[in-house]
T-cell receptor
Framework: DAGITQSPRHKVTETGTPVTLRCHQT?????MYWYRQDPGHGLRLIHY???????DKGEVSDGYSVSRSKTEDFLLTLESATSSQTSVYFC??????????????FGPGTRLTVL | AQKVTQAQTEISVVEKEDVTLDCVYE???????LFWYKQPPSGELVFLIRRNSFDEQNEISGRYSWNFQKSTSSFNFTITASQVVDSAVYFCALSEAYNNNDMRFGAGTRLTVKP
């Protein structure tokens, strides 16, 4: 199994508070991704990174920011959490060439509840 | 943007039955990649297969087989002689070569295999 961990695994927070989710990999992969999973939508890409300090937006990036200061860590921040951001968040990694040329491996997920 | 449709929301079969999960996709790109992932009740996402648009050969892996047909824009997944351990949500996904970091998932099909 790919060495991907996510923390925390579960979090309950209140509307308006900032939240940061962490994804850590031990595979030295270049590409890292954040997805959210919601019923009826499958997984949707929030942001991704193609290297240290290099990030780009995905399909549902509004309300989220990301940072990558080290190869192994990719942080997802909700600046001011809303109830619509209640979801399960997955981190994924891939090696050399993004999705098309390499398989994406997923972390265990973080269940976030915004009250 | 590309789109993936998994019209079957839920399927229930009895053990040892064969079952086919449908996946229909839309893309304007001539080079693209198709994927299937499995999400068992424990919640993790398990990679099953990746196919590129130039390879229309059907794939068989044990009890699993995949039928890729460009003429109908479909990439269907068949489980032969289903087992209880096959119970999971299965996702089909698509990425286009011109933006291969943007992988789009279908909504998923929940398969329940009863003993």
């Amino acid at each position: 199994d790919a060495g991907i961990t996510q923390s925390p695994r579960h979090k309950v927070t209140e509307t308006g508070t900032p939240v940061t989710l962490r994804c850590h990999q031990t595979e030295n992969h270049r590409y890292m991704y954040w997805y959210r999973q919601d019923p009826g939508h499958g997984l949707r890409l929030i942001h991704y990174s193609y290297g240290v300090k290099d990030t780009d937006k995905g399909e549902v990036s509004d309300g989220y920011s990301v940072s990558r200061s080290k190869t192994e860590d990719f942080l997802l921040t909700l600046e001011s959490a809303t109830s619509s951001q209640t979801s399960v968040y997955f981190c994924a990694i891939s090696g050399s060439g993004g999705v098309g040329t390499d398989t994406q491996y997923f972390g265990p997920g973080t269940r976030l509840t915004v009250l | 943007a590309q789109k993936v449709t998994q019209a079957q929301t839920e399927i229930s079969v009895v053990e040892k039955e064969d079952v086919t999960l449908d996946c229909v996709y839309e893309t304007r790109d001539t080079t693209y990649y198709l994927f299937w992932y499995k999400q068992p009740p424990s919640g993790e996402l398990v990679f099953l297969i990746r196919r590129n648009s130039f390879d229309e050969q059907n794939e068989i892996s044990g009890r699993y087989s995949w039928n890729f047909q460009k003429s109908t824009s479909s990439f269907n997944f068949t489980i032969t002689a289903s087992q209880v351990v096959d119970s999971a949500v299965y996702f089909c996904a698509l990425s286009e070569a011109y933006n291969n970091n943007d992988m789009r998932f279908g909504a998923g099909t929940r398969l329940t295999v009863k003993p």
